[in-house]
């Protein structure tokens, strides 16, 4: 069975940092890109940040850039999204996510399967 778990949502103050985690099971990982999006209320899901299942590419929404990075231990089968500067509209359920597809380029379209998600609220 497939399963992407989500942890290390939270508050957290403007400005403060929160690194969330994803453990996958029920397939082989390391042969999939992985990635991270987001949903805040009364909005859409919107992509945040993928990373190529080659390990040599990552990307990121342009809201983010700079602030937030995407990492992966294949050994521990856990991917990380590490955000920094945090800021009141990063506000949302962050979703962990596996395209539908193994190997393959890093494509924003590709990803279908998704884990329950974190909240993650930036407020003083």
């Known amino acids: 069975q497939v399963q992407l778990v989500e942890s290390g949502g939270g508050l957290v103050q403007p400005g403060g940092s929160l690194r969330l985690s994803c453990a996958v099971s029920g397939f082989t990982s390391e042969y999939y890109a992985a990635g991270w999006f987001r949903q805040a209320p009364g909005k859409e899901r919107e992509f945040v940040a993928g990373?190529?299942?080659?390990?040599?590419?990552?990307i990121y929404a342009d809201s983010v850039k700079g602030r937030f990075t995407i990492s992966r231990d294949n050994a521990k089968k856990t991917v990380y999204l590490q955000m920094n500067s945090l800021k009141p509209e990063d506000t949302a359920v962050y979703y962990c996510a596996r395209p539908t597809s193994p190997r393959g380029t890093l494509n924003v379209a590709g990803f279908g399967v998704w884990g329950q998600g974190t909240q993650v609220t930036v407020s003083s």
């Open positions: 990373h190529s299942w080659t390990g040599g590419s990552t």
